[in-house]
Every structure is written in C-alpha cells, then in structure tokens.
C-alpha cells in the first residue's frame, strides 16, 4: 500500500524580524511553480547568431528542450542524439556524441558558424572527456566553431546552469585589436533598456554598445572581441565577466543592478573611473525618480505588495525602496539572498519587522496558491502565481531596466500593473519572456 511520504502543508511565511539571513528556509526536497518567464540554457544558446544547437542526452531530457525549441518557433535550429543506457558502460560514450554530431552537420545544407553541444549528467556521472570530443569536431569542421555546453541540473550547488551557459555564451569570441570606443554590456538574455543612464555616460564618452542581443550576425558577435571595457549588472554574469577578463584581456567591470541611490551613484563613479571621464550630477535623474515613486504610491495606494526574486535579484532592495516611500509592501518571496542584501534586510527588520517571507522552492508551496487572498500586487510572475492575481508586473531579472531611470521605469510598470489586469494564467505560462512564442 502506499503512502504519502509528507502531508500536505503549505509553508509559513516568516517574519523578516524574526528571520535568519541570508537562508532564511531549510533545504530540501523542491517544487518548482508554474511560473515560466525566466530563460532556460535553450533560449540564451539562442543569442548567438547563426549557430545551431545539438543536445545529446536521455529521452525524458529532450522532451523539455525540443519543445522549449518548439515554442520558439526555432526547431530549425536544434538537433539532438539520443542516448541509450548501454551508452554508460560500453565506453562508447564519446565516439557516440562526435558520431552522432558529426552526422547532423554533415547533413545540414548550410553549416552553421557555431555548434553549442550540449551534454547532460550521464556525461558527467560518466567521466567523459567533453575536452577531446571538441577537439575531434573540430579537426573535421573546422571552419565551425563547436562550444561545449552543459545541461547538469545537479551542479547546482556549485554553479547553476544559467551562470555556466551565459559563461559559455561568450566563449568563441576571440581577441580582436582593441577599440577604444566599443564597450559591452554582458550577461542580459534581453537588451538593456535604453532609460538607463547607462547609455548617457557612454555616449558622453563618445562610446558605442554591443549587446549580444542585438546582434543579427555570427560577425556582428565576433565583434565583441574588441570591445575596450566589459560590463555586467546582473549577478548570473559575474562570472561570464570574469571568465572574458581573463581569456581575452578586456577589463571587466561588475556595477550590480540595485535600488539603493547611494549605491547607483557609487556604481555611477565607478564606471565613469573607468572610462577617463568626470562623473555627472544625477540630482535631476534622482527628481524625476522620487516624482515617479510619488505618482506610483498615489495610483496603487493601500494595495498590499509582493516582490520575488525572478522578477529582479534584489528583492529585499526594492522592497526596501518601496516601503521608505510609503507604500504597503507585505511579502517577498524568495528562498535565499546575496550578501549584498544583508543592509537592506537590516533595514526592513527594523521599518518593516512584519515583512513576511516566503520560499518559492519549498514542496509545500505546491499547496500555497491562494485564490481567496484579496487585491494585490506583485512584482514578478511567482508571486503573482502564489498570490493568485491578475495585478503585476511582468519582468524577469530586472526587466533590463537600470539605474535611476530603471527605478522610473520600473514606477511605470507598477502604475500599469493596476490599471491594466492580466490574465494571468496565460501570461505567466509562457517560457523565456521576450522570446516568441507559437503557445
């Protein structure tokens, strides 16, 4: 007979004042919610231009990225090879992923420029020598640059999957003589919107700005190489950052999307430091933000708010900023923080101790939906699937918004989030938002 190895629970939220940081929930068994925007490895290896994607793994494991594939309406740019369990033990294991490789590029009309192969955890549990295997598809195509990625959900804990492809992401590129009035921003699935300040010191610095997401071909990416500065915002790039610094000598500098106008100024100067140029007076750019919260606050009033951490990677930091201007923030929803969260956690302890979190990945949040809980409204598609409303904003790590002109950006959202409900269950249903979608 059996039975049931839990009880179905749902989770208590914590009080922030009576949480510890920067875990605040135990581990363990996880749930993963019907929430679909963020980007999975299919929809970034996408960015490149003219490349072509092959993975080589168990059939349940295809099923996922052929049809994330599918609802990108880019089945023409993926293949796979499919592995069989006698493939663990019959040392096979190699020869099949370049045999198989090189059967769907040999039959491809038109090679492609780049080859991402992809292998999976068998390869790993395995020991294979993804090393050799690329330097065998090499040898016999070479003019196609093959880049080995990985679909290792069980790294985890080391490195997640997200931060190993954007990694991978750049890795072809090569040196190309410096030019010192290109300057690239890395590690965003979707292109830095353009309200950012970003764009004004740059352009003041007589800068150009290369964003793999604008790239429409496989030279218009090479063309990275030469790029004189690299910058990265969001923390899933740091180490795509720190990987190109050191593979092809362009100095990286790491300026993390935050909410703290301290912090942006700080992250200001550091860029303009590195750029030779003197750093601007955001006295105005601050006005126009507060006046952007100030009409925020009026439209939403004593709505109850919930921010998670899909939406943008500091949500204690925007929960913070909303709550010093007035406005009913009452839950965040995330299963950890970063340490660069650990001020305003200290902060919201002290102004906002009622603050309840929630974890997203716990088990029990499965039974968590609460279609009885009032009006609210939430930043990010997970707490808005929790809480069950038609009232949020639709974005995925930070909406590509930065800086102060972000946080305006961002008021904007909030201010159309209450005037115009979304149906929520198709919205947040869709996988990788911003790609296409034939759903």
């Known amino acids: 007979m059996l039975k049931p190895?839990?009880?179905?629970?749902?989770?208590e939220g914590i009080r922030i004042a009576d949480a510890s940081f920067p875990s605040p929930f135990r581990s363990g068994l996880e749930y993963n919610p019907a929430a679909r925007g963020s980007w999975n490895i299919v929809h970034t290896g996408m960015l490149i231009p003219e490349s072509h994607q092959i993975y080589v793994c168990a059939q349940g494991c295809l099923r996922g990225v052929i049809l994330t594939a599918a609802e990108m309406n880019a089945m023409e740019r993926m293949s796979w090879v499919s592995l069989r369990e006698e493939d663990m033990f019959n040392g096979e294991m190699e020869q099949r992923v370049i045999d198989g490789t090189a059967h769907i590029v040999e039959r491809m009309p038109e090679k492609p420029r780049c080859v991402l192969v992809y292998l999976s955890c068998m390869h790993m549990f395995e020991g294979c020598d993804f090393k050799m295997i690329i330097g065998e598809l090499s040898s016999m195509f070479p003019e196609v640059d093959f880049l080995d990625c990985y679909m290792i959900p069980t790294m985890r804990k080391s490195i997640s999957p997200d931060a190993l492809m954007k990694r991978q992401l750049y890795a072809p590129i090569r040196k190309l003589p410096t030019d010192s009035g290109l300057v690239s921003i890395i590690g965003c699935d979707r292109e830095t919107d353009k309200s950012s300040e970003l764009f004004e010191i740059l352009g003041s610095a007589g800068k150009r700005v290369w964003e793999i997401n604008s790239?429409?071909?496989?030279?218009?990416?090479?063309?990275?190489?030469?790029s004189s500065l690299a910058i990265s915002y969001l923390p899933v790039?740091?180490?795509?950052?720190?990987?190109?610094?050191?593979?092809?000598?362009?100095?990286?500098?790491?300026?993390?999307?935050?909410?703290?106008y301290n912090e942006i100024e700080e992250h200001y100067r550091e860029l303009c430091g590195a750029l030779g140029i003197e750093t601007p007076d955001f006295s105005e750019n601050i006005e126009r933000a507060e006046r952007a919260l100030t009409e925020a606050r009026d439209t939403?009033?004593?709505i109850p708010i919930a921010v998670d951490f899909s939406a943008v990677p500091r949500p204690l930091g925007l929960a913070l900023l909303l709550?010093?201007?007035?406005?009913?923030?009452?839950?965040?929803?995330?299963?950890?923080?970063?340490?660069?969260?650990?001020?305003?956690?200290?902060?919201?302890?002290?102004?906002?101790?009622?603050?309840?979190?929630?974890p997203t990945l716990d088990v029990g949040m499965r039974f968590a939906r609460d279609e009885n809980c009032g009006e609210w409204l939430a930043v990010g598609q997970r707490s808005a699937y929790f809480l069950d409303t038609d009232k949020f904003v639709n974005i995925v790590e930070g909406g590509g918004m930065y800086g102060f002109g972000g946080i305006e950006k961002m008021c904007g959202l909030i201010c159309d989030a209450v005037r115009n409900p979304k149906d929520t269950r198709a919205t947040i249903s869709l996988k990788g938002l911003g790609c296409e979608s034939c759903l």
């Open 300 to 302: 939403v009033g004593d």
């Open 5 to 11: 190895v839990m009880e179905q629970r749902k989770p």
């Open 237 to 260: 790039a740091l180490n795509s950052g720190k990987a190109i610094e050191r593979r092809l000598g362009i100095p990286h500098l790491h300026i993390p999307l935050c909410y703290d």
């Open 215 to 226: 790239c429409a071909t496989y030279d218009e990416y090479l063309a990275m190489g030469a």
């Open 323 to 358: 709550a010093e201007h007035g406005f009913n923030v009452r839950r965040v929803y995330a299963d950890g923080f970063m340490n660069e969260e650990s001020p305003a956690f200290e902060r919201l302890r002290e102004i906002a101790p009622d603050l309840e979190l929630y």
